[in-house]
């Protein structure tokens, strides 16, 4: 049976993301999720994690989201260094606990053209999975043809990720229980046709990247091409693992 | 005038790599290498440099080169944080001379198929290069479809960025005077058609990738696609740039 496995892990999951608290890493969050992913050692698995308080305060200093011009092209490298120092803290607690975890950082592959990855290859992480590592990527500044350099989210990675390598599960770590109406309800499931009907709640966060606007962009695009995911509060990763309920939200393609 | 250069800066010229002393850093060659470079702020640039005692000796304990299956994978990781931790020295170094470089790991990014990168992107590396930044890449680990995974040499690399980037001088800071005979004079001139003439020195290092020998053949094919390139002592490093005599060995295309 193919299990193909996406976890992305949100940067506000496993950074303080608040004002006043840049660039703490939420050890014990990702040594919990460490011990949970050990469980399964078959399964074949990818983990993107997003930037949260790592990254996002240098591209808003540099303007990265505004172009990079020889003025501000410092901030590639500084905004890039941040995300990697997070990353590697990842790849830490991963390894700890016996997964073969590996860093794949965009920037030394990618290539954006206003915005949007193109032509990302797949093989050397195609072939990592099936070795049975995991490739652990995260937002990070790319070059692009268009605007010089940019971001690229950790959800724009999972949607391109989850397409080009035939991923069979998507699954997002975030720090809310799920998708919420602006009631605090969780949105159970979500399609593109009964996505005009959800008010979306504030995450209360700043993101470079959207948020949860763009998040659900990704991820509607996603279901257009067959893919579902799923979005569960942090506590709830062993049981999207092994496939239980996890009480958040599913973003499904249109039923036929 | 376009005047892009690769330099690379042998594993030999910045760690120790004879035995005994695995993993030793040369911090005064890596900082007079930077402060040369910083004298020509607006060269546009790419760095290549060698692994060194540092990712050899985990190569060798895993056996990459002799192909990677689920029961040596870790090598994979070992290996790759061996040479990334070098390069985080060469990065620093040059970054402390005030050049914008940034670190590219072949891991994150390429594939080869029986130890050749297949299909290498560049589109990258010119953004970086146009903008000023200066890309620091080495001898890495990657996955190969056909081994599970390989070591491609910094020398394999020259190759392959000179003429996917269409680099116009290309430099190899080696810690010896240029390609040397047995009597220990030095060749000055290289051409595939003259190549059977010379008898090459011994080099006296361990290296997975072939050493010396390895490094003729990648620079004669380099030269066959029309690209001269330059083999001189690490103490040169400035008569190369400057494009004075240096007393070391130009590899040519054949005269026409």
């Known amino acids: 049976m193919r299990n193909r496995t996406i976890l992305k892990l949100g940067g506000s999951v496993i950074t303080e993301k608040s004002a006043g608290s840049a660039g703490a890493i939420r050890y014990d969050t990702l040594k919990a999720i460490a011990r949970n ?37 410092k901030g590639i490298f500084e905004t890039h260094q ?3 120092e997070l990353n590697t803290a990842v790849i830490d607690a991963l390894r700890s606990s016996g997964i ?25 992480l195609d072939r990592m999975i099936s070795l049975g590592l995991v490739p652990v990527i995260h937002g990070d500044v790319v070059m692009d043809r268009v605007r010089g350099a940019c971001i690229v989210s950790g959800d724009q990675l999972i949607r391109v990720l989850a397409e080009g390598l035939g991923m069979d599960r998507v699954g997002l770590a975030t720090d ?29 966060h700043i993101d470079v990247t959207g948020g949860m606007e763009g998040k659900i962009a990704e991820l509607l695009a996603l279901a257009d091409h067959g893919i579902r995911s799923e979005m569960f509060h ?8 092994a496939g239980k309920e996890h009480g958040g939200t599913r973003i499904l393609p249109e039923e036929l």
Chains 1, 2 share one sequence.
Not at 65 to 72: D, I, K, L, M, P
Request: charged share 20%.
């Open 37 to 73: 992913l050990a469980l399964y050692p078959d399964m074949p698995l990818l983990i993107v994690h997003g930037a949260g308080s790592f990254g996002h305060p240098q591209a808003k200093e540099y303007h990265i989201q505004e172009g990079v011009t020889r003025e501000n092209r």
């Open 234 to 241: 942090v506590s709830q990763v062993d049981a999207f693992l």
């Open 82 to 84: 941040a995300v990697r």
């Open 100 to 124: 073969e975890a590996v860093p794949i950082h965009p920037l030394h592959g990618c290539e954006a053209s206003d915005g949007i990855l193109i032509d990302p290859v797949f093989g050397h």
């Open 176 to 204: 809310v229980p799920g998708l919420l109406e602006c009631d605090g309800s969780v949105v159970r499931e979500l399609r593109r046709s009964t996505a005009h009907q959800v008010t979306i709640g504030n995450s209360g």
